[in-house]
């Protein structure tokens, strides 16, 4: 048998770097009940929004930070309603539900990858505040040309986080394998669904949230009795510590993409897509992420 490929020795500018996940308690309560993220025709963001804090880069040097996803296996999914477990006051159903396999993955959607808009920049402003991703938006349309990512509805999908060294010598794509580190949590995985299958999901988006407020504003009794805001496990806590869902342009007074979140909360409330229903960047990256990324280079 071949002897197995020596790991590669990553570039100090990388090897020391490390990240922390944001709002991981939440992002543990989404996995323990198996996590949904809404893909779109039009492009849906993510809630939760990835966000992390960096350690230890250069602070002199160019870093430019990208996420791609990929599939954590080879099978569709299909979700089914288990018998009613309990009936509540004003007989709402509690119903409980379960993901089987439906048989092999669909063909691979096209690989893609999400550069964060502030790519490149030095090490200093990367770590100096947290880094959101709440610009990246997921897509089922396969031919879509706004640059989101493409994902298979009734897929599970892992997000991956990669850390790239802008290497200025003019041969660094040699190098383009020690010059980035990936990160995975694996409690951002998901299913990728075109509405939300376990109505637990949807009760913890609302409220979690800041941007579903209106559902929020709606009558208590309609909630299930374990299961309303103030009911949800850390959501105080959450509400009190966490940090703003915010870029650098909501802090420099731009409030754009703000109101485009909003405006999906409220088409989904108008019904359009129920929540209980169903480049400037491209030369540089040929450079430095050449095929070297997990995955290959055609993914990346």
């Known amino acids: 048998a071949a002897a197995a490929k020596a790991p590669v020795k ?3 500018k990388v090897a020391n770097v490390s990240v922390q996940l944001e709002m991981k308690a939440l992002w543990d309560e989404f996995n323990q009940l198996g996590t949904e993220m809404i893909v779109t025709k039009a492009g849906r963001r993510m809630f939760p929004t990835f966000q992390v804090k960096i350690f230890g880069m250069d602070p002199m040097a160019d870093y430019m930070l990208l996420m791609d996803f990929v599939p954590v296996d080879d099978k569709r999914y299909r979700q ?3 018998p009613t477990s309990q009936r509540l ?7 409980s539900s379960s993901w089987l396999v439906a048989g092999k993955a669909d063909p691979a959607t096209p690989g893609r990858v999400h550069y964060h808009p502030d790519s490149p920049a030095k090490g200093a402003q990367w770590m100096k505040q947290i880094v959101s991703f709440d610009k990246l938006k997921l897509t089922n349309n396969l031919l879509d040309d706004n640059g989101h990512i493409i994902l298979n509805s ?8 990669h850390v ?3 290497d200025p010598r003019k041969d660094s794509e040699k190098y383009a394998e020690e010059n980035f580190k990936t990160f995975v949590f694996e409690e951002t995985r998901f299913t990728a669904v075109t509405a939300y299958q376990n109505h637990r999901i949807t009760q913890l988006k609302i409220a979690s949230n800041p941007f579903a407020k209106g559902f929020r504003d ?3 009794e309609d909630w299930p009795r374990n299961h309303r805001p103030g009911a949800l496990p850390l959501m105080s806590a959450f509400a009190r510590s966490r940090n703003p869902v915010s870029s650098p342009a909501h802090q ?3 409030e754009k993409d703000a109101a485009e979140s909003r405006r999906e909360y409220e088409r989904e409330a108008a019904g359009g897509t129920p929540l209980h229903a169903e480049a400037a ?3 540089l990256m040929s450079r430095v992420l050449s095929p070297a990324l997990p995955g290959g280079g055609s993914g990346l």
């Not at 009734?154 to 986080?161: K, L, V």
């Open 10 to 12: 990553k570039n100090p």
């Open 80 to 82: 089914v309603i288990l």
């Open 89 to 95: 006051a004003g007989g709402y159903a509690f119903h």
């Open 154 to 161: 009734m897929h599970r999908y892992q997000p991956r986080f």
């Open 164 to 166: 790239v060294y802008v």
């Open 218 to 220: 709606c009558d208590p």
């Open 252 to 254: 420099n007074g731009t």
């Open 281 to 283: 960047h491209q030369q």
